[in-house]
């Protein structure tokens, strides 16, 4: 049975003329008498006296007319939320962020400048590297990308024209292992040649790790670690780290709770530190009409708090 015919029989009903029911519903008399034929079929009554002129309703007919205009209703007001849904959703602004920054910062953030109902975080991009995420403010796939930003230079090589960036906030990230019993890091830093440190990395493509590798550098820290897995997602790094199977760098807000808990402890003091920044990197010739304004108001409000 198809929505079209429920439609047919109300216009039938009402004007109690197939020709002219026919026409209203923009299709031929043979066509619709036919629609009409399988709607009967479709629920095993006749609905239609054909023998009166005008044509009549049935006593099935009447009952089911009852029915169809309920179901229309319905349909046509769940069609109209729907497309609602669709334009409100067209009109919220995605904002991608890493998995670590979606789980313990974003929501706060969004609360706290009362931007919930304007800015949805895009959860595909949890799992993207660096380079994806200003590709995809190229392509309008996302209106905003949260980073974390290391201070100075990294080797990564990024295009980063056309794009304007906010700070909007500072982490660091901390050097953890599991604690052994007497609360001692299994793994502490520096390590030694001899006996690299079991490492759980981030991705040598991503951001994070270039900027590891170039805090270590400018701080001419020595440090020996022997890599052991490559992730993307912090979660991940943290649950392995948990298990015992090497130290790994998470950022503070992350990890905070569990060293607060024991379940943590530091394998370096702060020295080993990296410090990062949170930029908010958009397109300066973005076309979402929502943008200008939140953009202003986060410039404000960050202008208020120095």
């Not at 009109?91 to 998995?99: G, V, Y």
């Not at 502490?188 to 990395?201: D, F, M, Q, W």
Request: include cysteine.
């Amino acid at each position: 049975m198809e929505l079209r015919w429920l439609e047919d029989f109300i216009v039938l009903a009402e004007t109690r003329h197939f020709s002219r029911a026919a026409d209203l519903q923009n299709v031929t008399q043979p066509t619709f008498s036919r629609r009409i034929k399988l709607l009967e079929e479709s629920m095993g009554a006749t609905l239609i006296d054909r023998q009166t002129l005008p044509l009549s309703l049935t006593p099935a007919g009447d009952e089911f007319l009852l029915l169809c205009k309920q179901i229309t209703e319905r349909v046509k007001l769940t069609r109209e939320r729907l497309q609602n849904l669709a334009h409100d959703a067209a009109q919220r602004i995605k904002l991608a962020a890493p998995q670590s920054l979606v789980t313990h910062f974003v929501a706060g953030w969004l609360s706290q400048h009362g931007l919930m109902q304007q800015v949805e975080p895009y959860l595909r991009a949890t799992s993207w590297l660096i380079g994806d995420y200003f590709q995809a403010l190229e392509r309008g796939e996302v209106d905003l990308a949260l980073c974390y930003w290391p201070e100075g230079r990294t080797a990564l090589d990024l295009d980063l024209s056309g794009l304007r960036y906010l700070e909007i906030g500072e982490e660091r990230l901390v050097p953890v292992s599991l604690p052994e019993a007497d609360g001692r890091p299994r793994f502490s830093l520096p390590g030694e040649k001899r006996a690299p440190l079991p490492h759980i990395a981030y991705h040598p493509s991503g951001l994070i790790a270039a900027a590891m590798q170039a805090h270590w550098s400018r701080s001419r820290q020595e440090v020996h670690l022997t890599t052991l897995n490559e992730n993307v997602q912090t979660s991940n790094i943290r649950e392995l780290v948990q298990q015992g199977y090497g130290l790994g760098w998470l950022p503070w807000r992350t990890v905070s709770p569990l060293l607060e808990r024991g379940d943590l402890t530091r394998a370096g003091d702060r020295r080993w530190d990296v410090p990062l920044s949170l930029r908010l990197y958009f397109r300066q010739d973005s076309r979402h009409p929502g943008l200008p304004a939140v953009l202003a108001q986060l410039q404000e409000q960050l202008d208020d708090s120095h």
